[in-house]
């Protein structure tokens, strides 16, 4: 399975196209601008199809391409708790500044943590992770010895907490819980910012020692 990413847009957000050229298939986690772009690409060098689009969490930097990806017919993914944030993309506009075409998206499927799904033939643990945003879920793959973390967690930080929503405590909490008790091996890939593992966050991560 190959992963390829790049920061996209105005945050430089991680969007992750999981691809499996066996099987001529891929997944997709999260949208920013510029993401249907990559995949054309992508798919042009290696065709396949795009099962599926799951988005971490409800902020615009991370969902501002999905709505292409729903009206090109793939299923989109994401966490009932930040319906408001997809489906209502006026509640955004308030902290994005400069001109960016924001649409709202459709969620095709709510996505319940802890309910174990398949991507690409790998079994995936979804869990909920809120603090950042109510919504913010990762995507732990066992077998690849990775997650996908949205902005819950990044290498030597974490995601910021003023925005409506926003907790420092949840965020403490949903870290402790639901990141620092994966495996240390576990490589982590957040929306921002570069891999890094659960080893590295459990004793380099500010808010390790900032919140205990």
């Known amino acids: 399975m190959k992963i390829f990413s790049q ?4 945050a430089a957000t991680n969007p992750f196209l ?7 298939k891929g997944v997709l986690f999260d949208a920013p601008e510029g993401t249907f772009e990559l995949v054309e690409q992508v798919w042009e060098e290696t065709p ?3 099962e599926a689009l799951y988005l971490t969490h409800g902020h615009y930097d991370h969902i501002m391409d999905a709505w292409k990806f729903s009206e090109a017919g793939v299923p989109v993914y994401g966490h009932k708790d930040d319906q408001g944030l997809f489906e209502d ?6 902290f994005l500044f400069g001109d960016h075409d924001l649409r709202s998206v459709t969620i095709d499927h709510w996505i319940t943590p ?3 799904i398949e991507i ?3 079994a995936v643990e979804v869990r909920h992770v809120p603090g950042h945003c109510p919504g913010n879920v990762l995507f732990y793959i066992p077998d690849q010895k990775l997650a996908v973390v949205g902005d819950a967690i990044f290498a030597g930080s974490y995601g910021r907490t003023d925005l409506p929503g926003g907790d420092i405590d949840v965020l403490k909490k949903s870290i402790q819980e639901c990141i620092f008790n994966l495996p240390d091996e576990t490589h982590l890939l957040s929306g921002h910012g570069p891999v890094t593992s659960v080893e590295r966050e459990k004793v380099t991560n500010p808010i390790a020692f900032e919140y205990s």
């Open 7 to 10: 920061p996209l847009g105005i």
């Open 18 to 24: 999981f691809l499996d050229e066996q099987l001529g």
């Open 48 to 50: 396949f199809d795009l």
């Open 89 to 94: 993309a006026e509640v955004q506009k308030s």
């Open 114 to 116: 802890r309910e174990p």
């Open 120 to 122: 690409l033939g790998h």
